[in-house]
C-alpha cells in the first residue's frame, strides 16, 4: 500500500556541497533540482500528496547570500512550474506565512495557485516561510477574530475547526514524514498534523535522494505496525 501523504524535510544541502568542496549554495541548487525527480516519482508511485519543507521561519538567521539564493531559487522554481503546469497537472500550494516574503515572490505564488488550482491529480505543497508554531498562531489569531466578531461559536469548535484554520485545510494529515541526511527532530515542521505519521530518517543527503531511497523508505513504511491507539 502506498501512503496517501507523504512529507518530506529536505535536509543537508550544505553539507552534501561542503563535503565537494563547494558552496553551500550548489547544495541548494542541486537539492531544487531533486524536487521534480522526486515529485515524479511520487506520481508513479500513485502517492496523492506530496508536502515538502523548503524554507522555515527559523532559516532567515542564516547569512544574507544564502537567504537571498533560497528566495531566488524559490521564485525560479515557480515559474518553472508555471511553464510546466500543463504537463504536470498538479495542484502547487504553498503553505507558511506569505505576507511577509518579497512582493515579486508573493504574486508569483498567487499565479502559481491560481493557475495550478484545476488540477488533481497530485497535490503539491510547498512549505515556504514555514514555521509550525507560526501556524498555529495565525490559526488561534483567526479563530479569536472570528470568535469575536460573532461568526464562530465557542462551542462549536472541535478538532476539524482547528484543522480548517490551518494552512493545510484541506488537506489530509501525513502518514509518512521522511527527513534525509541524518537528523533525527522536526525542526518545527508541521507538529499538529504529523500526530499519527511513521517517521522514516535516512542518512541520505537531499540533492541525493533518489526515488529508489524513496521507494525503500515506503516500503519500510508498510513494515510498519500502525496501531493508532489500538490494543494489538
Ligand atoms: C536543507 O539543507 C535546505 C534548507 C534548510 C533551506 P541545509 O541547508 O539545512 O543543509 P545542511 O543541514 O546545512 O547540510
Ligand atoms: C529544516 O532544516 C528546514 C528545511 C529543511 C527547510 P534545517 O536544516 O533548517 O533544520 P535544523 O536547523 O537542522 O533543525
Ligand atoms: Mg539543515
Known amino acids: 500500500m502506498v501512503p496517501k501523504h507523504i ?3 529536505m535536509d543537508g544541502n550544505g553539507r ?3 563535503k565537494r568542496g563547494l558552496p553551500r549554495t550548489a547544495g541548494h541548487i542541486k537539492g531544487a533540482k531533486n524536487i521534480d525527480t522526486i515529485a515524479r516519482a ?28 533560497l528566495m531566488d ?24 506565512d506569505k505576507s511577509n516574503l518579497e512582493k515579486r515572490l508573493q504574486d508569483r505564488i498567487k499565479e502559481v495557485e491560481e493557475e495550478t488550482s484545476k488540477y488533481d491529480e497530485t497535490y503539491l505543497q510547498v512549505a515556504f516561510n514555514y514555521g509550525s508554531r507560526d501556524e498555529i498562531t495565525r490559526m488561534t489569531k483567526k479563530i479569536a477574530s472570528d470568535v469575536k466578531s460573532g461568526n464562530l461559536d465557542v462551542d462549536d469548535i472541535n478538532e476539524d475547526t482547528v484543522s480548517s ?16 541526511s541524518g537528523e533525527e527532530r522536526i525542526s518545527n515542521y508541521l507538529l499538529w498534523q504529523l500526530a499519527y505519521a511513521e517517521f ?17 523508505a515506503i516500503e519500510e513504511f508498510n513494515n510498519r505496525n500502525r496501531r493508532f491507539g489500538r490494543a494489538e
Open 7 to 9: 512529507a518530506i524535510i
Open 16 to 18: 552534501w556541497a561542503k
Open 42 to 69: 511520487i506520481k508513479a508511485l500513485g502517492v496523492k500528496y506530496l508536502t515538502i519543507y523548503a524554507f522555515s521561519t527559523e532559516n532567515w538567521s542564516r547569512p544574507d547570500d544564502e537567504v537571498k539564493k
Open 73 to 96: 531559487l524559490f521564485d525560479e522554481y515557480l515559474t518553472k512550474a508555471l511553464k510546466n503546469a500543463e504537463k504536470n497537472k498538479m495542484r502547487i500550494r504553498v503553505i507558511g
Open 165 to 180: 484554520y490551518l494552512d493545510t485545510k484541506d488537506i489530509p494529515d501525513p502518514d509518512l514524514m521522511i527527513r534525509t
Open 200 to 216: 522514516i530518517f535516512t542518512e541520505v543527503p537531499w540533492p541525493e535522494f533518489s526515488p529508489k531511497n524513496l521507494e525503500e
